[in-house]
């Protein structure tokens, strides 16, 4: 879904910028949290045309992730799913993306609970899941150079289990999840390189430019 964005008629979520605000902004004590009131679609546009030509002048962004979502996103779910919406916006504007979500049940929480309450459960479940997308991205961009990160128009879904799952338990395994969902990576994108440089039929193409994979 997308929309136009508008100012706000009432406050974001846990009052971190108020009601009137305009419908694009940043925080005040930190420029780089930015919001759009619309949807995840138009945020990630915005950060692609307008937000990323401050940062990277005329280059655009190399990769684009969007995530952790609180609640898996597999099967049907995906065609509703503003997080793999977000990361399709990016591949359809020529940016490698990747979704991630969480199938652990977690509230919302506050960036600034991270400092002001570091136990917290779902704080804890917030660091531990986006570690864990920064432990697979590294991973993903370990490949040789020469190599594309992802083939043209492909997204990843990368779900992961919930915390009480024992393939969480990564850094004591190298047969831990993360290093199955890598062979298994692989293994697809060499696939889908090597479909993508068979030839030149149209529909073939076509196929690479609408494809997910999920993992």
Known sequence: ???????????????????????EG???SDTRLNYVNAFPVDSIRFGIETLAPTFFGDAKPDFVASGPNIGGNTGFSVFGSGTIGA??????????SAAFSAS????HEAWTDLTTAPTSPSVLSAISYSSLAVKFL???FAQPPSSAVLPPGVILNVNFPPLSDTYTVLDRSQEGA???WLRRLIRILNYQLLFEGAGSNPAGVE???TCMIEI
């Open 26 to 28: 940043f925080n005040a």
């Open 87 to 96: 990361a399709f916006e990016a591949a359809k504007e020529g940016i490698p």
């Open 207 to 209: 196929f690479v430019l």
């Open 104 to 107: 652990g049940g977690t509230q």
């Open 178 to 180: 993360i290093a199955k």
């Open 138 to 140: 590294s991973a993903l």
């Open 1 to 23: 879904m997308s929309t136009t964005p508008t100012p706000l008629t009432e406050p974001c979520e846990f009052n971190s910028c108020p009601t009137g605000s305009p419908a």
